[in-house]
């Protein structure tokens, strides 16, 4: 059994993003599965080795890739940000599960790659600076009473949030409840980013806050960070506002008390 | 003011996990700051642009760096990793808020890069598919208190948790106790991950579960990630087993339901 299946994170956008691995990857595969705008990014549109689908087809995606490499070709399998976070490195394991022992002998490789929370929060600052969370807000895949539990104990307890999914025309009230539900539990000055296409040329970042907040904001290519009560906006002259959560928790400021060690 | 201060991710260890983005970040550098082994990845250890500082010393290496960029220099500031978890971004954005005008002024970039979690996901399989958490572990810069309360909230809502900075010399019982404290809310067979060195070529996947787990086998190399009740291991013939969360959560397996929208 020589075929090979290499999960591959392109990260965020643009080809400037992607690791070297990624780049050796994509070199040695015969065949590029994916998302057709994953796709797009690498391979040419009328190279004969694409298989496009559907955003909403991964187990099947991942069913023939697995097929086709288990007939001992080498298949790259492409996914946006990095595979491992709601992406397609889970949905490969999956089928893996379920399907034939030929699939559990397979060489598998996932390809880590810069996912789009970490794009979103270079781009303003270092939002994610402590201890945060990454949830999707997509309830297709789990009940919508689940991720308004896992938002209200999240920001209770002080993390940060990434939120993957945001909205999409088949969801479009998620957010909108998710932003009321939080407003029970932060202050209204809580900050909100939204950041459109991060690490794209057309990325947008907006700041705002809680209280501000909409959820029309967003749109599929939306990556929604709210803050913690100790995340911090500080301003520039001539430049976007920093945004950033301190890597200490009140009180235990390590210039301020000395107490680090 | 022509100053840049660049904050650059290194990814997980080898240079193959760097962006193309950081690779460029780095030729255009003057300056290289840093903990010692991570600018000992990429500035030859006699370059007399290196200034190497200890790894608890983040503060005064960012006000430094900051001083230097405010005179007109471009100034790389070096992370593994990604530079806004658990890293330098913050560090500088503190150091910023605080310090003079001029500072506000530079140039701040964050080239963000492949977080340990990420590597470290990749190499099992897909432990991070579904909602998770990033947590520090050192009690450093929080109360221990409230790094129990996370650790207990976010195994209680199913959140994955990628645990960093899980032991060190100066904090040997930390993990232990986290260990300890989580056997109170999740079954023993929940899967644990120890990943060393994950991206590195000694790079160690140590697979065990609640049950089962020792403080002992982390080192501060070490990327603890704790699954959730639905994290499944999938056994392969001669070779390690799969790690992965599915992404969907019980009962809401779209090819069992076809609920999938």
Redesign the interface.
């Known amino acids: 059994m020589s075929g090979r299946l290499i999960v591959i994170?392109l990260?965020?956008g643009e080809?400037?993003?992607?690791?070297?691995?990624a780049v050796?990857a994509l070199a040695c595969a015969d065949w590029f599965y994916g998302y057709g705008p994953y796709v797009d990014r690498v391979v040419d549109i009328n190279d004969p080795r694409r298989v496009v689908s559907d955003n909403?087809e991964?187990?099947a995606r991942a069913r023939e890739a697995l097929a086709l490499a288990a007939r001992g070709e080498c298949v790259a399998m492409l996914s946006g940000g990095?595979?491992?976070?709601?992406?397609m490195?889970?949905?490969?394991?999956?089928q893996?599960?379920r399907g034939p022992?030929a699939w559990?002998?397979l060489?598998?490789e996932?390809?880590?790659?810069?996912?789009a929370m970490?794009?979103a929060?270079?781009?303003c600052?270092?939002?994610?600076?402590?201890?945060?969370?990454?949830?999707?807000l997509s309830d297709?895949?789990?009940?919508w009473a689940?991720i308004e539990?896992?938002l209200l104990?999240?920001a209770?307890?002080?993390?940060v949030m990434a939120l993957y999914n945001p909205i999409s025309k088949?969801r479009p009230w998620q957010l909108g409840v998710a932003l009321e539900r939080l407003r029970e539990v932060l202050s209204p000055g809580t900050l909100v980013i939204f950041a459109r296409a991060a690490?794209r040329p057309d990325e947008r970042i907006t700041l705002s806050t809680l209280e501000e907040a909409r959820a029309e904001q967003a749109d599929m290519a939306t990556l929604v960070i709210i803050g913690s009560e100790e995340t911090?906006r500080?301003?520039?002259?001539?430049?976007a506002p920093?945004i950033?959560?301190?890597?200490?928790?009140p009180?235990?400021d390590?210039?301020a008390t000395g107490?680090?060690?």
Do not use: W
Request: negative net charge.
């Open positions: 994170g990260g965020p080809v400037p993003y992607m690791t070297a691995q050796d909403r991964e187990g990095d595979p491992g976070v709601f992406a490195a889970s949905a490969v394991c999956e893996i599960e022992q559990r002998e060489s598998l996932v390809v880590p790659g810069v996912s970490l794009a929060a270079a781009a600052g270092a939002p994610l600076g402590h201890d945060f969370a990454a949830i999707s297709n895949l789990k009940p689940l539990r896992r104990v999240c209770g307890a002080g993390l088949a690490g911090r500080v301003e520039r002259p001539g430049q920093l950033y959560t301190p890597r200490f928790a009180g235990h390590p210039e107490s680090q060690g």
